[in-house]
Each structure stands twice: as structure tokens, then as C-alpha cells.
């Protein structure tokens, strides 16, 4: 599993006769579908062909709640070992009361509204209020998580040889640096997406932002590594703590399964007539994402006549 940084490419210092057992902390897993589950999930599969032992902790999905595909279960190596825990998103719990409150009979209504302001009146206000919204974001929406993860995972990372963090969700860097600070084992943070400059945190209060800043400094301090997925990205980290030392920051890319496309069609041919071409975006649009390059590139061509529209 190669991967780059700003010295030439390494390769794990892995012995294939010896055996390393890996923490991941990783909180969103299959048959959780969601596109970071995929890197993940990939890496547990090539760390067990590295030779390593993988134990991986993880939430228990909500069913109903989040979208859950059982082929991706499927595809977690027999050997690899994942500790799911219960927990509780107060955040929703506003939500299933005023679930409630539109189920009740207008008469109840009417009788709340008449008097002194009903519960589900005050939890309303409580979702809307300065102090929701700032406990809603520590780090993200599940931080409830952290202290079960850490029960959970503290005897487990005592038996294991480093621990690695995978964000987001942030949280997972917090456990991380917990289980990293009770058990003294060495800890690696990959950085699937930014964490300070994410452009989903951007309506953060200023107090928020500076917990946050200040939870990934402390993550970056105790790491022994920390991923990033890209090099400019990498670059972006490493000028921001200049006091850590370069090798701390590496490059791991995003990658293709090769044993998942073997045996697909050889690479379109171009075809008269020309045959529809249907493209596909795998991913999420959010900030300052947009297709809208594509969709003018795509214009241009029709305009000048190099693509025919189907009919």
C-alpha cells in the first residue's frame, strides 16, 4: 500500500512473518452506505493482506435513519473484528418531540396554546437557542459517542499495537487521542476531508471554531502520522503546524479496488452512430462544490456542434 509524501515514496514497514494489530476508529462503517465507509473499508482488507490484525469501533447504524447496504458487510474480511456500540443523539430528541406534538389532537393543542407555553413549545425554543446549536457541533452531531467509544475501545487498544483515526466525523480523532492518551500507543489520524477550513463548518461561531482548532492541534501534536489524501491538502496541514516535524505528514491517495473492476468492458471505442454517454458523480455537492464547469463545458460543445444531444 504505497503511498506519497513530500519525501519519495514509502512503503509500510510491515514484517510479513510478524503480526500487527491495528485499532481503527472509525465510527461510520458498513453496512453504514456512505461514500467514506469505502476507504475504510478498504483498508481494513489490505492492512489483513499486509498481515496486520484489525479490530475496528464503530456506532451501531440507525436503522430507518441512515441509508444501510448489506453488500458492503459483506465485503469485511472474515479476520477483521468490529465492536459496535449503542448511543444516543440528543440532538434528535427535540426531533421526536415535535413528532409528538404533531400527532396530538388540536384540542390538546389549543389547551397548550391557550395557557402557559406547553414542553414542546420550550424544547422548540431550545432547539433554536445559541447554546443548541453550539452543543450540536462538539465536534459534530455524534460526539454522544465519544464516552461509550472509549469504554468500548480502551481494553481493545490495550491489546493493540497503534490506534488510527479516520474523520470525519471528527469525533473519531477525539476517541482517538483519548484512547491515544490512556493507553500510550502510538496514534495516526487520517484526514479523509479538512477538518479547520471545511467548508461544512462554516456557520461555526467563532467559539466553536476555536474548540475545533483546538482539538485538531491536539490530535496533530499526539499523532505520530497524519494522512491526508491529497498533497496540496497535506502541504495546507503541515504549513499550519511548522513546529511538527515534515515527516509527520503524509499522502495517502484515494484508490480503485482493481479485484472490483476486473472483468468490466475495455475502455469505451468510439462508435457510428455514436451511442448515448451517460456520466455519473459519485459524491456530495456542498459549499462551494457545483457542476456548473461541467454543465458549461457541456453547452460549449453542443454549441459548436462536437456533441449531438439525444434524442
Same mark, same amino acid.
Request: aromatic fraction near 8%; charge should be positive.
Given at each position: 500500500?504505497?503511498?506519497?509524501?513530500?519525501?519519495?515514496?514509502?512503503?509500510?514497514?510491515?514484517?510479513?512473518?510478524?503480526?500487527?494489530?491495528?485499532?481503527?476508529?472509525?465510527?461510520? *462503517?458498513?453496512?453504514?452506505?456512505?461514500?467514506?465507509?469505502?476507504?475504510?473499508?478498504?483498508?481494513?482488507?489490505?492492512?489483513t493482506e499486509f498481515?496486520?490484525?484489525?479490530?475496528?469501533?464503530?456506532?451501531?447504524?440507525?436503522?430507518?435513519?441512515?441509508?444501510?447496504?448489506?453488500?458492503?458487510?459483506?465485503?469485511?474480511?472474515?479476520?477483521?473484528?468490529?465492536?459496535?456500540?449503542?448511543?444516543?443523539?440528543?440532538?434528535?430528541?427535540?426531533?421526536? *418531540?415535535?413528532?409528538?406534538?404533531?400527532?396530538?389532537?388540536?384540542?390538546?393543542?389549543?389547551?397548550? +396554546?391557550?395557557?402557559?407555553? +406547553?414542553?414542546?413549545?420550550?424544547?422548540?425554543?431550545?432547539? +433554536?437557542?445559541?447554546?443548541?446549536?453550539?452543543?450540536?457541533?462538539?465536534?459534530?452531531?455524534?460526539?454522544?459517542?465519544?464516552?461509550?467509544?472509549?469504554?468500548?475501545?480502551?481494553?481493545?487498544?490495550?491489546?493493540?499495537?497503534?490506534?488510527?483515526?479516520?474523520?470525519?466525523?471528527?469525533?473519531?480523532?477525539?476517541?482517538?487521542?483519548?484512547?491515544?492518551?490512556?493507553?500510550?500507543?502510538?496514534?495516526?489520524?487520517?484526514?479523509?476531508?479538512?477538518?479547520?477550513?471545511?467548508?461544512?463548518?462554516?456557520?461555526?461561531?467563532?467559539?466553536?471554531?476555536?474548540l475545533h482548532e483546538?482539538?485538531?492541534?491536539?490530535?496533530?501534536?499526539?499523532?505520530?502520522?497524519?494522512?491526508?489524501?491529497?498533497?496540496?491538502?497535506?502541504?495546507?496541514?503541515?504549513?499550519?503546524?511548522?513546529?511538527?516535524?515534515?515527516?509527520?505528514?503524509?499522502?495517502?491517495?484515494?484508490?480503485?479496488?482493481?479485484?472490483?473492476?476486473?472483468?468490466?468492458?475495455?475502455?469505451?471505442?468510439?462508435?457510428?452512430?455514436?451511442?448515448?454517454?451517460?456520466?455519473?458523480?459519485?459524491?456530495?455537492?456542498?459549499?462551494?462544490?457545483?457542476?456548473?464547469?461541467?454543465?458549461?463545458?457541456?453547452?460549449?460543445?453542443?454549441?459548436?456542434?462536437?456533441?449531438?444531444?439525444?434524442?
Amino acid at each position: 500500500m504505497p503511498f506519497s509524501n513530500a519525501s519519495p515514496t514509502l512503503e509500510p514497514n510491515l514484517n510479513p512473518s510478524g503480526c500487527h494489530r491495528v485499532l481503527m476508529v472509525t465510527g461510520i *462503517f458498513p453496512p453504514l452506505s456512505q461514500v467514506g465507509v469505502l476507504r475504510s473499508l478498504k483498508f481494513s482488507k489490505y492492512l489483513t493482506e499486509f498481515g496486520c490484525k484489525v479490530d475496528v469501533l464503530a456506532y451501531k447504524p440507525r436503522i430507518g435513519v441512515e441509508n444501510i447496504d448489506e453488500s458492503l458487510a459483506r465485503e469485511i474480511p472474515s479476520s477483521v473484528r468490529v465492536h459496535r456500540t449503542n448511543w444516543i443523539i440528543p440532538t434528535s430528541v427535540p426531533a421526536v *418531540f415535535a413528532r409528538k406534538k404533531s400527532r396530538e389532537s388540536a384540542a390538546t393543542r389549543n389547551r397548550n +396554546s391557550a395557557g402557559e407555553e +406547553s414542553p414542546y413549545g420550550r424544547l422548540g425554543r431550545f432547539r +433554536s437557542s445559541g447554546f443548541y446549536r453550539f452543543m450540536r457541533h462538539l465536534p459534530d452531531n455524534i460526539s454522544p459517542w465519544i464516552p461509550m467509544a472509549i469504554l468500548r475501545g480502551l481494553p481493545i487498544a490495550l491489546r493493540c499495537d497503534c490506534i488510527y483515526a479516520s474523520a470525519p466525523p471528527f469525533s473519531t480523532h477525539v476517541i482517538g487521542l483519548w484512547l491515544h492518551r490512556l493507553t500510550r500507543k502510538p496514534l495516526i489520524v487520517d484526514f479523509r476531508d479538512p477538518w479547520i477550513g471545511n467548508e461544512g463548518y462554516s456557520s461555526l461561531s467563532p467559539r466553536n471554531i476555536r474548540l475545533h482548532e483546538r482539538w485538531e492541534r491536539s490530535a496533530i501534536r499526539a499523532a505520530k502520522f497524519a494522512i491526508s489524501v491529497t498533497d496540496p491538502r497535506r502541504d495546507i496541514m503541515a504549513g499550519r503546524y511548522p513546529g511538527e516535524p515534515a515527516e509527520k505528514f503524509v499522502t495517502i491517495l484515494n484508490g480503485v479496488d482493481h479485484e472490483e473492476i476486473a472483468g468490466l468492458p475495455v475502455p469505451l471505442e468510439r462508435t457510428l452512430p455514436p451511442e448515448p454517454l451517460t456520466m455519473s458523480y459519485f459524491g456530495s455537492l456542498y459549499g462551494s462544490r457545483t457542476p456548473q464547469p461541467l454543465i458549461d463545458a457541456v453547452r460549449t460543445l453542443k454549441e459548436a456542434g462536437q456533441l449531438i444531444p439525444r434524442s
